[in-house]
């Protein structure tokens, strides 16, 4: 059975950083694309970065985290990171990790949603 487990998310003062974890089972990082999404309460849930299935991973971003997140895969551990630097108080949301046939910016491609990790960023 297919299924990811997110973790190391937290609170964090404005400037922070934080290493977001998602562990895949069921599969391999080499079939599928995986993507990290987020949900603010009352918004809806938007990409934030994704990482294709090759073994070079090509990636891609949200013009609003450019620069500051860095997606990776480690695909001994089975996992993929999301990296968050330089964090602002709106980047407070649920981050979520799910797979993909190939990177898209359209959230209902993709299935296998975690359970996902709180982020909150706040002085």
């Known amino acids: 059975q297919l299924a990811f487990v997110e973790s190391g998310g937290g609170l964090v003062q404005p400037g922070g950083s934080l290493r977001l974890s998602c562990v895949a089972s069921?599969?391999?990082?080499?079939?599928?694309?995986i993507g990290w999404f987020r949900q603010a309460p009352g918004k809806e849930r938007e990409g934030v970065a994704c990482i294709t299935s090759s073994s070079g991973g090509s990636t891609n971003y949200a013009d609003s985290v450019k620069g500051r997140f860095t997606i990776s895969k480690d695909v001994v551990k089975n996992t993929v990171y999301l990296r968050l630097n330089s964090l602002k108080p709106e980047d407070t949301a649920v981050y979520y990790c799910?797979?993909?046939?190939?990177?898209?910016?359209?959230?209902?491609?993709?299935?296998?949603w975690g359970q996902g990790t709180q982020v909150t960023v706040s002085s």
């Open positions: 069921g599969f391999t990082l080499d079939i599928y694309a």
């Open positions: 799910a797979a993909a046939w190939g990177c898209s910016g359209n959230v209902a491609e993709y299935g296998y």
